[in-house]
């Protein structure tokens, strides 16, 4: 049931994604706006860099002690009147779900955003059983209406632009007057709002997912900025909590230690606007909230990381941090990677979740640069997590012969320092005398997709190794 | 004493200076178990006369001793060797006017591609050859923040489940430095004596900064060199798209990057771009000559070493500056 991936054909995804005028322009965005409002957060704060070290020390505790507190966390949610499932794939999390939502005899279902249930294909399963799954975050409703996956793990239409949204608002919601002013942002999210108001009275099931578990009380916690996710699970008679289960922190100090760091590094924002804590059904005497809760711990691959060098990327909170200062996908945008996780984290969580055969492309696609590391707030290691992917296709042969071939020849001509010194005291001179008029070559063979795009400067003649031996220069 | 071939080739440029004399700090791993020269002169003595045969550090006759230079292994990196050799000239320029003595020990490649493509058993092999050739340095530098990262940081990683060589390749790492910070930073330097009239630029190449903190080190000596003027890039600290085999495989995006890159540096109003990585250098430089660019691409050392005889990087011989 896991989503469908386009991952292998990443290259041929980005290459449609560069040529998208509009998408390139509404990536500019990101380019922008997230960057300076996570530096000017971080800023503000000066213990920034002392609550990310503390964030990450958290994390790591609870991946250390994972079972101990999925067992309390389940005990407590127990004890609070809810039931936890464990689903060890996609499939028995949305067979659990489902079968939860026929249990109750249900028609609609609405869904606060949850990037694992985009993971586990979860709408469509919904569908395939007859019900109607409502997404309620607004981006979230938008590209369902679009037939589209998020492009960001925290602003999922963020490669579209208003005139889109008024011209998917204008084909769907064809029982509002033909003329009605969709020009601003605003007007369309008084639209979006009245559809929805409808969609949260009428639903018998609220799905949210989860972005803190909580051991010590059971309660799972969302953060979001529209108030959809409290409308979610309160209205419905059932509230659903989908959440993978790295989720878990030991107490409600560490999810609001987190929560420190997590929206500063999302969006720039000091709080997200509504942090919603859940616990249990509705206790009597309390004034709202579902007769029935319950939680699907999703493990889906996560816990075949536990002990690998892969690790280090369960810490991830989901904040987009690291693909809004990525220059990759600043130039593709979130879609071109081809499955749910886009951007660095997506670079190592989908060949971790989807396996490498078919995920191999997005660690590769990586200039390591670094900045995804830099301000990661729980320190993920990411470069160094993608190269280990790049190990693992490098052992099993699946990275393109022509580029294995290349590496092991530069690597044997380069363990052979005579062998170096009499190929390239051949070469780069013929190279410099071919290239002396211009100073570059617009082509140069095996070597099109440098040149294709841009020109490789000539070298300038002897190699520096030569010519200082030449002089006499110290070589020990 | 000094009969360093670099000095004979007479380029006309000016000499480095300090604040302080410059004197041999050991690195951190050394300091420990080694005496100081100013303070230890028969232990000096000894290791003059060790090394007597080799550098013959100027001996002042009586007692005193004066201080060692630090004996520093230039590890080229294979892009300057193979492609713009007048870098590496200017790093000895550079590093002899700082006060070092430079050797140039037999070098290939450092592994950096293979240890980034996945090929580990290639990278600790060259790894190895690295450690061994440049084993007597003092320090190992390089006139690249990417190679001089690989070697201080990677190389333990390198070896991390190999303890005796993971202690090795640890010790070795921290000798290792960078060429614009090693000057700033460990021997002191905090001017050139260089002459550049021009508007210049400085991109600050991906691994250089995160990865060992070089940012206000060039920036603090491009500021000394008489009669530049360095106006800042927007979004210096981004990626310029090269990423080593990156930019060839997957060269429609590494393309798109760098046009971002030199539009934005072209929008800096500056003449020359300047960079202490040759392989982003010749990314840019590749891109804006590709689109007609006049502006100049340079590695930031020739113009620290005042050695900016040689056309720019990708440019036609007369476009020289």
Known sequence: ?476 | MDQSPVRALNFSHGSVMTETPPSFVPPPDEAANRPGPETRPVFCAIAWLAQAGQSGPCFTGGYALPASKPRVGLLVTCLVDLFRPSIGFAAVHLLEEAGCEVIVPAQTCCGQPAYNSGDRADAKSLALQVMQSFASCDYVVAPSGSCGGMLAKHYPDLFADEPDLHATAIAFGAKCHELVSFLTDVMKITRVDAHYPHTVTYHDSCSGLRELGIEAQPRQLLNSVQGLTLVELAQADVCCGFGGTFAVKYGEISDAIVTHKVAQASQAQAEVLLAGDLGCLMNMAGKLARQGSAMEVRHIAEVLAGMTQAPAIAAAPERAR
Request: glycine share 8%; proline share 5%.
């Open chain 1, 1 to 476: 049931m896991s989503l469908h991936s386009t991952t292998p054909q990443f290259k041929d995804n980005a290459h449609h994604a560069l040529h998208d005028a509009q998408l390139q322009k509404a990536l500019g965005n990101v380019r922008n706006n997230f960057v300076e409002r996570r530096a000017s957060a971080a800023a503000r704060l000066p213990e920034f860099d002392a609550l990310r070290d503390s964030a990450r020390a958290i994390k790591d505790h609870v991946l250390a002690h994972l079972d101990l507190y999925l067992e309390r966390y389940e005990a407590q949610v127990v004890a609070q009147g809810g039931k936890v499932h464990f689903a060890r794939s996609a499939q028995e999390a949305c067979d659990e779900i489902v079968a939860i939502c026929k249990a109750h005899g249900a028609k609609s279902v609405t869904k606060g955003k949850s990037m694992v249930s985009e993971e586990i294909g979860l709408n469509a399963a919904i569908e395939a059983a007859g019900m109607e799954a409502v997404e309620t975050d607004l981006g979230e409703y938008i590209i369902q209406l679009r037939g589209e996956t998020p492009s960001h793990i925290i602003a999922p239409a963020v490669h579209l632009n208003k005139e889109q949204v008024e011209e998917d608002f204008r084909r769907v919601h064809t029982h509002l007057p033909i003329d009605r002013d969709l020009t601003q942002p605003e007007t369309l999210l008084s639209e979006a709002r009245g559809i929805l108001r409808a969609k949260f009275l009428g639903a018998d099931i609220g799905i949210t997912g989860a972005n803190f578990l909580v051991a010590e009380t059971g309660s799972s916690i969302i953060v979001t900025n529209e108030g959809n996710g409290d409308l979610t699970q309160i209205l419905p008679r059932v509230h659903i909590v989908v959440a993978s289960l790295e989720k878990i922190v030991p107490t409600l100090d560490d999810a609001a230690q987190i929560m420190r760091v997590l929206a500063r590094s999302a969006t720039g924002q000091d709080m997200t606007v509504y942090s919603t804590i859940s616990t249990g059904p509705r206790r009597p005497g309390d004034v709202d909230g579902p007769e029935h809760y319950h939680v699907v711990l999703v493990d889906n691959g996560r816990s075949r990381m536990i002990g690998s060098e892969f690790e280090e990327m369960l810490r991830c909170i989901r904040c987009g941090a690291c693909m809004n200062h990525c220059p990759v996908y600043h130039a593709v945008g979130g879609h071109a990677y081809g499955w749910v996780y886009p951007g660095p984290m997506g670079a190592v969580l989908t060949p971790s979740l989807i396996g490498v055969e078919e995920g191999g492309q997005l660690p590769n696609a990586s200039t390591f640069c670094g900045r995804c590391e830099s301000v990661c707030p729980v320190h993920i290691p990411l470069p160094k997590l993608m190269r280990h992917w790049r190990e693992r296709e490098f052992e099993r042969h699946l990275n393109p012969a022509l580029q294995r071939y290349g590496l092991r020849l530069w690597a044997f001509i380069a363990r052979h320092e005579l062998v170096y010194r009499l190929l390239t005291a051949i070469a780069m001179p013929i190279l410099a005398w071919l290239g002396r008029k211009s100073g570059r070559f617009s082509h140069l063979p095996l070597a099109g997709g440098w040149t294709q795009y841009r020109d490789m400067p000539a070298p300038q003649g002897k190699t520096f190794q030569e010519q200082w031996r030449a002089k006499g220069g110290r070589c020990s």
